[in-house]
């Protein structure tokens, strides 16, 4: 299931970011490339309104914003990786390394909670935080993603 959500391309694996509001901006740049009709300003108020209902960094180190989106057919998936740590409210008060950013279409709820459940059971295999954190590169990250979803 992510094998088809994630591109390289969509994967940032030095990102510049220091706090929330840095991220959330960054990111946003990576889900747009991605599906150049989007309104930039739309998804980042999209996505700032659901954080701030409540934070999305549950998993220590990982967060995962995401929103609904009426322009978009299927989910997209932008994966962020920051070897200093992101300042980002997370639950547990320390810094996020790694970031899930996901729009998904408002008529998808299914793809939505298959999605968020899929990465929740990869979020606990063994290592996945480490070896994401190993990575240089996009396609390396998607590789480490994927192997971890196949080893469910």
């Known amino acids: 299931m992510l094998q088809e959500l994630l591109k390289p391309e969509a994967?940032?694996?030095?990102?510049?970011?220091?706090?929330?509001?840095?991220?959330?901006?960054e990111?946003?740049?990576?889900?747009?490339?991605?599906?150049?009709?989007?309104?930039?300003?739309?998804?980042?108020?999209?996505?700032?309104?659901?954080?701030?209902?409540?934070?999305?960094?549950?998993?220590?180190?990982?967060?995962?914003p995401h929103a609904i989106n009426q322009k978009i057919k299927k989910p997209i998936c932008a994966v962020g990786i920051s070897k200093e740590g992101i300042d980002y409210e997370a639950l547990d008060g320390k810094p996020v390394h790694i970031v899930f950013m996901l729009l998904f279409p408002a008529d998808d709820t299914a793809a939505h909670l298959n999605i968020m459940q899929e990465l929740a059971f990869v979020f606990g295999v063994p290592d996945f935080y480490k070896s994401l954190m190993d990575k240089n590169s996009g396609a390396q990250v998607v590789q480490a993603i994927v192997q971890a979803e196949e080893s469910l």
């Open 27 to 64: 990111m946003t740049e990576v889900l747009v490339a991605q599906c150049p009709g989007l309104d930039r300003a739309e998804v980042l108020d999209s996505l700032l309104q659901r954080e701030a209902k409540m934070t999305t960094g549950v998993v220590p180190g990982i967060a995962v």
């Open 11 to 25: 994967v940032r694996v030095n990102l510049e970011s220091e706090d929330k509001e840095e991220l959330f901006e």
